[in-house]
């Protein structure tokens, strides 16, 4: 039996006695699980559900829903035109067009199509029709909702963990529900609706942006069950999921109608269900993995692509260092070979979007702006039986509107030979500035913008400690936690060669705001790789006392930084000042933190207290630095409507005044 095998025995084992020594006790709750199957879900999934709980109110509370980047018009455009019941290719005007209803620079420039895949368009449609039922009073629902959410995670702390919600022995559970309560009073009584009926009411916007507050918080479920997953241990989970959240964009793309957070969304589903697989070795979880690849070829074809080559590398090569994968009978080795060929079933709804917008199943749908089909869409026939001429942007829409227009692109002859050019455009690597585009996107983007370093900095526990923890102290982790390893830097390498092309753009286009957004999904792989890393070079109780002071951290740290803005007004203030400010304290503290981890590495005595502090310090920043972006420039947003929560919305206009959002 191979080593990868013994594993996942033991670890299975371990598993199974962790979860309840007494059998007899385990056998009796699944035999009443159907009679008490709420009871059953809340015993089992609790810490998931305060997870999702706490990210909902959390997004919640700090959000307006608005846009921040003008490509957002395109989704809303189509989500409104869903909702309209008319085509979903060509723009009708509601977001992006002059008062005379022509198209405005940004539709000129993609002729006036929509290329955007409908997946996030029809996840927002129940959202949209949800809001419908409150119509101008849409937003109150927003604020039960908020009032609510606290309420559910002290009850549920109050039935799970009663311990946990005492201080000093007095119980904290009635004084929260108070607080909740009187904040919904407060917030009723500075209520002001949010226009929805009306035709220019932004509704479609906030219906896109209060989905992705829903697929955060399912993300950060998923996080804490891949942490949980990996790492067996609840509390360290937790700390996972707060590090991977924290030193990230996340949040900030949570609260824009971008599809960013639907991806990250995707790609932690595709890790959690191969993290299941690696340490579980379910056939089902299997299958899901490809499901979930071919749903993210559906939100972003170049990425589904280069993730699907990483994941069957890492899926085979797992059976293939193993011995009972060469011992299988003829069967099971049959349906390991079959096993990636789910990814179609999950793709089925790329290849019909991609037929109807393109007419090839295999074109993905942005190609109609790239020039890849000709750049106007198929004549109709006008009311008096003679060809619709289109040789303008200006007479698409106006076609469109008046129903003389066919809502299909036109593709150019042939099938699966229009899909070559795609690929070899897309993937083609420019070499000339590709090590000074690298140093800029992890460390100093030409551009201005915040690195991916200094949005992530433990991007480099990954990079640096990890591996020479590896080498020095391979003991240090299981055959199988090496493959996990291995899957995540696969999956890690494909985001980047997704956007390979890109490199020269993503360090120098200003507009690529605020942080390298193409490689937002890189922050989870590279989070988790360092969590490997920091669970190899700490104790168990060192992993306690860091959980607590990152919790400790990320309350303080951000509102210390937010007074320094506030105050100081750093390097001059401004957008390019504030990216200056947090830049340096982050690369200050990382360097500290190197210096301590390798001295522990080293076997250099290093007190407890300072490793600690200086990790938590660091996680905390790069939240500030999100909040910043999600708070503070919430004032550059458009299209959209003030925070969700009226007390949020008093608080910024009366403590917060932005003069200047260059």
Same mark, same amino acid.
């Given at each position: 039996?191979?080593?990868?095998?013994?594993?996942?025995?033991?670890?299975?084992?371990?598993?199974?006695?962790?979860?309840?020594?007494?059998?007899?006790?385990?056998?009796?709750?699944?035999?009443?699980?159907?009679?008490?199957?709420?009871?059953? =879900?809340?015993?089992?999934?609790?810490? +998931? !559900? #305060?997870?999702? *709980?706490? /990210? %909902?109110?959390?997004? $919640?509370?700090?959000?307006?829903?608005?846009?921040?980047?003008?490509?957002?018009?395109?989704?809303?455009?189509?989500?409104?035109?869903?909702?309209?019941?008319?085509?979903?290719?060509?723009?009708?005007?509601?977001?992006?067009?002059?008062?005379?209803?022509?198209?405005?620079?940004?539709?000129?420039?993609?002729?006036?199509?929509?290329?955007?895949?409908?997946?996030?368009?029809?996840?927002?449609?129940?959202?949209?029709?949800?809001?419908?039922?409150?119509?101008?009073?849409?937003? =109150?629902?927003?604020?039960?909702?908020? +009032? !609510? #959410?606290?309420? *559910?995670? /002290? %009850?549920?702390?109050? $039935?799970?963990?009663?311990?946990?919600?005492?201080?000093?022995?007095?119980?904290?559970?009635?004084?929260?529900?108070?607080?909740?309560?009187?904040?919904?009073?407060?917030?009723?009584?500075?209520?002001?609706?949010?226009?929805?009926?009306?035709?220019?009411?932004?509704?479609?916007?906030?219906?896109?942006?209060?989905?992705?507050?829903?697929?955060?918080?399912?993300?950060?479920?998923?996080?804490?069950?891949?942490?949980?997953?990996?790492?067996?241990?609840?509390?360290?989970?937790? =700390?996972?999921?707060?590090?991977?959240? +924290?030193?990230?964009?996340?949040?900030?793309?949570?609260?824009?109608?971008?599809?960013?957070?639907?991806?990250?969304?995707?790609?932690?589903?595709?890790?959690?269900?191969?993290?299941?697989?690696?340490?579980?070795?379910?056939?089902?979880?299997?299958?899901?993995?490809?499901?979930?690849?071919?749903?993210?070829?559906?939100?972003?074809?170049?990425?589904?692509?280069?993730?699907?080559?990483?994941?069957?590398?890492?899926?085979?090569?797992?059976?293939?260092?193993?011995?009972?994968?060469?011992?299988?009978?003829?069967?099971?080795?049959?349906?390991?070979?079959?096993?990636?060929?789910?990814?179609?079933?999950?793709?089925?709804?790329?290849?019909?979007?991609?037929?109807?917008?393109?007419?090839?199943?295999?074109?993905?749908?942005?190609?109609?702006?790239?020039?890849?089909?000709?750049?106007?869409?198929?004549?109709?026939?006008?009311?008096?039986?003679?060809?619709?001429?289109?040789?303008?942007?200006?007479?698409?829409?106006?076609?469109?509107?008046?129903?003389?227009?066919?809502?299909?692109?036109?593709?150019?002859?042939?099938?699966?030979?229009?899909?070559?050019?795609?690929?070899?455009?897309?993937?083609?690597?420019?070499?000339?500035?590709?090590?000074?585009?690298?140093?800029?996107?992890?460390?100093?983007?030409?551009?201005?913008?915040?690195?991916?370093?200094?949005?992530?900095?433990?991007?480099?526990?990954?990079?640096?400690?990890?591996?020479?923890?590896?080498?020095?102290?391979?003991?240090?982790?299981?055959?199988?936690?090496?493959?996990?390893?291995?899957?995540?830097?696969?999956?890690?390498?494909?985001?980047?060669?997704?956007?390979?092309?890109?490199?020269?753009?993503?360090?120098?286009?200003?507009?690529?705001?605020?942080?390298?957004?193409?490689?937002?999904?890189?922050?989870?792989?590279?989070?988790?790789?360092?969590?490997?890393?920091?669970?190899?070079?700490?104790?168990?109780?060192?992993?306690?006392?860091?959980?607590?002071?990152?919790?400790?951290?990320?309350?303080?740290?951000?509102?210390?930084?937010?007074?320094?803005?506030?105050?100081?007004?750093?390097?001059?203030?401004?957008?390019?000042?504030?990216?200056?400010?947090?830049?340096?304290?982050?690369?200050?503290?990382?360097?500290?933190?190197?210096?301590?981890?390798?001295?522990?590495?080293?076997?250099?005595?290093?007190?407890?207290?300072?490793?600690?502090?200086?990790?938590?310090?660091?996680?905390?920043?790069?939240?500030?630095?999100?909040?910043?972006?999600?708070?503070?420039?919430?004032?550059?947003?458009?299209?959209?409507?003030?925070?969700?929560?009226?007390?949020?919305?008093?608080?910024?206009?009366?403590?917060?005044?932005?003069?200047?959002?260059?």
């Amino acid at each position: 039996m191979s080593t990868l095998k013994k594993d996942s025995i033991q670890k299975r084992k371990n598993q199974k006695e962790r979860r309840d020594p007494k059998t007899s006790d385990e056998s009796s709750r699944a035999n009443h699980a159907p009679e008490n199957s709420i009871g059953w =879900f809340l015993s089992e999934h609790t810490l +998931s !559900i #305060l997870v999702f *709980l706490f /990210a %909902l109110f959390f997004i $919640i509370t700090i959000a307006n829903p608005a846009l921040f980047l003008n490509d957002g018009w395109i989704s809303a455009n189509q989500l409104h035109q869903l909702d309209e019941g008319t085509q979903l290719i060509v723009n009708e005007g509601k977001y992006g067009v002059f008062i005379n209803g022509t198209p405005g620079p940004y539709f000129e420039a993609r002729n006036n199509l929509l290329g955007y895949t409908l997946m996030l368009p029809l996840l927002s449609f129940p959202a949209l029709k949800f809001f419908y039922l409150f119509g101008d009073q849409f937003r =109150f629902s927003v604020i039960l909702l908020w +009032s !609510i #959410l606290p309420v *559910l995670i /002290a %009850l549920l702390i109050e $039935i799970r963990y009663p311990e946990r919600i005492q201080f000093r022995g007095i119980r904290l559970t009635i004084p929260i529900i108070g607080l909740a309560f009187a904040g919904l009073l407060a917030n009723i009584w500075l209520y002001n609706p949010f226009p929805f009926i009306s035709e220019n009411a932004p509704r479609e916007v906030a219906a896109i942006i209060f989905t992705n507050h829903i697929l955060f918080s399912l993300m950060a479920v998923m996080i804490f069950l891949i942490c949980k997953s990996i790492f067996e241990d609840d509390w360290y989970a937790l =700390f996972g999921t707060l590090v991977c959240i +924290s030193c990230s964009s996340y949040i900030f793309w949570a609260t824009d109608a971008k599809d960013h957070i639907l991806v990250a969304t995707l790609i932690t589903a595709v890790i959690l269900f191969f993290a299941r697989y690696t340490y579980k070795q379910r056939n089902l979880d299997a299958a899901l993995i490809f499901i979930a690849i071919g749903l993210l070829a559906w939100a972003r074809p170049e990425l589904g692509f280069t993730v699907f080559i990483a994941c069957v590398l890492s899926y085979f090569s797992m059976h293939i260092v193993s011995d009972s994968f060469r011992q299988s009978t003829k069967n099971r080795v049959l349906c390991i070979l079959l096993t990636p060929l789910w990814t179609f079933f999950g793709a089925i709804p790329f290849f019909v979007n991609n037929y109807i917008v393109t007419g090839n199943p295999l074109v993905p749908t942005l190609s109609i702006t790239h020039g890849y089909y000709q750049e106007r869409v198929s004549p109709g026939v006008s009311g008096e039986g003679s060809p619709v001429i289109i040789e303008s942007t200006t007479d698409v829409i106006a076609a469109s509107m008046s129903g003389e227009v066919s809502a299909s692109a036109i593709p150019y002859p042939g099938g699966i030979e229009d899909v070559i050019p795609v690929l070899t455009h897309h993937f083609n690597l420019t070499f000339n500035t590709l090590f000074s585009d690298l140093f800029g996107i992890l460390f100093a983007p030409v551009s201005g913008n915040m690195s991916l370093v200094a949005v992530s900095p433990i991007v480099v526990f990954a990079i640096i400690l990890l591996p020479a923890m590896i080498w020095h102290h391979s003991e240090r982790f299981s055959s199988i936690d090496r493959q996990m390893i291995r899957t995540l830097a696969f999956i890690a390498c494909a985001i980047w060669a997704a956007y390979i092309q890109y490199l020269p753009l993503l360090n120098h286009d200003s507009g690529i705001i605020p942080d390298i957004r193409y490689l937002m999904p890189f922050y989870l792989p590279a989070g988790l790789l360092a969590l490997f890393a920091l669970r190899g070079t700490l104790t168990v109780n060192e992993r306690w006392s860091l959980t607590l002071a990152t919790l400790i951290s990320v309350l303080l740290i951000p509102a210390i930084l937010f007074f320094i803005m506030i105050i100081v007004q750093p390097f001059g203030g401004l957008y390019a000042g504030y990216t200056t400010f947090f830049t340096l304290i982050i690369y200050g503290c990382l360097a500290i933190a190197l210096i301590l981890l390798s001295l522990r590495l080293m076997n250099y005595p290093v007190p407890q207290v300072y490793l600690i502090g200086i990790i938590a310090i660091l996680i905390a920043i790069p939240l500030g630095w999100q909040l910043m972006m999600t708070v503070l420039y919430s004032v550059a947003k458009f299209n959209g409507y003030p925070f969700w929560i009226p007390v949020i919305e008093q608080i910024y206009s009366s403590l917060i005044q932005v003069t200047d959002i260059s």
